[in-house]
């Protein structure tokens, strides 16, 4: 049973404008939700994380968003640039009776220059 | 500078053989992880320990061993009993005990079992 979901495996844009890569979560203990961005070969490098008792958190040109009624949350990074092609992990953890992190299985986000 | 290292980078082993994967971290975190990536899979937790001289399992256990004798290291052997060892390995550690703070991952040892 897969608690957390990235339906797409792949997404292309054109660089400058919006990356938005959705995550959708089964479990309604999780209470705090991470992105990670990998490349080939590549540990994955923390982005940005938000817990759930807010609905949103920036850092420069990540914004993460969190639905928590729709247990979804989405990662938008603007402007998309070039060297932001990689693989977008989502995780979600913590909360009563959730003692791991759950990993998505990733979405491949291609920037066309 | 602080970080997490793997080594090495590239592991080569004969079926039936016994591995040992390098974890190590100065950035004095008390918790630390391991996963496994297989192509187009999340990671998937084998073992973490939160704290020195103590570790438990994760979701894929089976057929690998740990050992955290200092809080700077934590390797992992991957046993014969592992049915399908081939993979990238990814050890990670956080400051605090517990799922709710951040990890942070070293660069991953790729595994191939020939």
């Known amino acids: 049973d897969q608690q957390v979901k990235q339906n797409s495996p792949s997404l292309s844009v054109q660089e400058g404008r919006i990356s938005i890569l959705n995550c959708d979560y089964t479990?309604?203990?999780?209470?705090?939700f991470l992105w990670y961005k990998k490349y080939p070969a590549e540990g994955p490098t923390f982005l940005i994380s938000?817990?759930?008792?807010?609905d949103k958190n920036e850092d420069g040109r990540f914004t993460v968003f969190l639905n928590k009624s729709a247990k979804h949350l989405s990662l938008h990074i603007v402007p998309s640039q070039p060297g932001d092609s990689a693989v977008y992990f989502c995780a979600a953890g913590g909360g009563g009776g959730s003692e791991k992190l759950v990993f998505g299985k990733g979405t491949k986000l291609t920037v066309n220059p | 500078d602080g970080g997490i290292t793997q080594s090495p980078k590239y592991l080569f082993r004969k079926e039936g053989q016994n591995v040992t994967l390098s974890c190590e971290q100065n950035?004095?975190?008390?918790?630390m992880y391991w996963y496994r990536q297989d192509p187009g899979q999340g990671l998937r937790l084998i073992y973490y320990s939160q704290i020195v001289n103590d570790f438990q399992k994760g979701d894929i256990a089976e057929g690998y061993s740990v050992s955290r004798e200092k809080k700077e290291s934590f390797p992992l052997t991957v046993t014969s009993a592992q049915k399908n060892p081939t993979a990238f390995y990814l050890c990670?550690?956080?400051?605090?005990?517990?799922?709710?703070?951040?990890?942070?991952f070293g660069p991953g040892t790729r595994l191939t079992v020939l």
């Open positions: 938000i817990s759930s008792i807010k």
């Open positions: 479990n309604s203990m999780f209470d705090y």
């Open positions: 950035l004095n975190h008390d918790a």
């Open positions: 990670a550690s956080s400051l605090l005990a517990g799922f709710t703070d951040t990890q942070y």
